[in-house]
Nanobody, 118 residues
């Protein structure tokens, strides 16, 4: 089994920054991709950012491009999401996601609340 543990959420004012971390542990022989999703009240869960292990390529939702940066520490099986210039519409529960291979099941963290408000 795989466990994903997130940390770093909280309350921040508009324009502020937060850094989320997600540490993966368990039965991990390889990683295909790690990423962050978010779900706001009354909305569907959406992809925020993803990083692929093979070449380190990254993809971002249009709404966060230029403000959020995803990175990964390969040695620690940890993924980070640096969130700058936060907006109230970024308020959501953020979930870490991982797949060990392209056809693997999706593994999810427990979620961490991010609230952007003055």
């Amino acid at each position: 089994q795989v466990q994903l543990v997130e940390s770093g959420g909280g309350l921040v004012q508009p324009g502020g920054s937060l850094r989320l971390s997600c540490a993966a542990s368990g039965s991990i022989s390889s990683i295909y991709a790690m990423g962050w999703y978010r779900q706001a009240p009354g909305k569907e869960r959406e992809l925020v950012a993803r990083i692929f292990a093979s070449d380190g390529s990254r993809s971002y939702a249009d709404s966060v491009k230029g403000r959020f940066t995803i990175s990964r520490d390969n040695g620690k099986n940890t993924v980070y999401l640096q969130m700058d210039s936060l907006k109230p519409e970024d308020t959501a529960v953020y979930y870490c996601n991982m797949k060990r291979t392209l056809f693997d099941t999706n593994y999810w963290g427990q979620g961490t609340q991010v609230t952007v408000s003055s």
